[in-house]
């Protein structure tokens, strides 16, 4: 009998719409795709310790020329920490990851939305007026967040957009495109590599390619981003939120307030 690992396929209870919202999805992509017009994979890659840490994978070394790393890795909350924000634009097999230095909140999360918006969709979807994005069901991202949905129309407001959002069933974060065609790869790239100071990780992240011609942009975000932020009611109501007729907590649009501003 062979020793054998874990393999993570538990995933807790099914939604019994679990496949439709999948089918819903796909077909909300396809349709914009056809259209032209932008779709992102958006999510929060685990945070990261900062220092001469354990780094899981392997690397090509010399006999006897392992790197020595700390060993212990508690997480004293001295330690400084990276949180890495994808956003992967599935037309163009590009992805743009904003690594924050503070906290991963929904003000964060739309920020580096923004920044991907600012430093290249603008200019490869100039004509848009609409943009779709796939995210998880929880997290900075999440759909019960008000913070991220407030955010969300802020990001509406400035660009003139109407942003289309379908979140992934709880449990299914595995399949979202950013997942497998992002961070997965940023992973392999960084294998056995201690993430020794932020410069390393932007770093390793932008060299990140695969044999289907990714291409990753990389960027440092040092401002702040509080927790603890609540949204009243007054706030909430505030927004221009429309949920769609298929699970209208999972799939909504959110449309500027004032359509004549200009993109940015």
Request: proline share 6%; aromatic share 10%; net charge positive.
């Amino acid at each position: 009998m062979p020793t054998q690992g874990n393999r993570k396929t538990e995933e807790g209870e099914d939604h019994p719409d679990r496949n439709a919202q999948f089918e819903y999805i796909n077909e909300r992509v396809c349709k914009a795709l056809r259209a032209g017009k932008p779709v992102i994979s958006v999510d929060t890659k685990k945070k990261e310790l900062i220092g001469n840490f354990d780094n899981n994978g392997r690397q090509w070394r010399n006999s006897k020329s392992f790197r020595r790393v700390n060993g212990h890795d508690f997480p004293d909350p001295d330690i400084p920490r990276a949180y890495p924000y994808g956003v992967y634009d599935l037309k163009r097999n590009t992805g743009f990851v904003n690594v924050g230095t503070d906290h991963d909140t929904g003000t964060f999360a739309v920020a580096s939305i923004r920044g991907w918006w600012r430093h290249e969709g603008k200019r490869l979807y100039p004509k848009t007026d609409k943009l779709l994005v796939t995210a998880d069901g929880g997290g900075s991202n999440g759909y019960r967040l008000r913070l991220w949905k407030i955010e969300l129309q802020k990001f509406a407001d400035e660009t003139g957009l109407s942003i289309a959002v379908c979140h992934f069933p709880p449990g299914t974060s595995k399949w979202n495109k950013v997942e497998h065609r992002l961070f997965s790869f940023i992973s392999s790239n960084w294998r056995g590599e201690p993430l020794q100071d932020y410069e390393t990780i932007v770093q390793l992240i932008a060299n990140t390619t695969t044999a289907k011609g990714l291409v990753v942009t990389c960027r440092l975000d040092h401002r702040k981003y509080p927790t603890g932020r609540k949204v009243t009611d007054q706030e909430f109501a505030a927004v221009n939120l429309k949920p769609h007729t298929f699970h209208g907590e999972w799939n909504y649009m959110i449309r500027p307030r004032c359509a004549t501003l200009p993109k940015m």
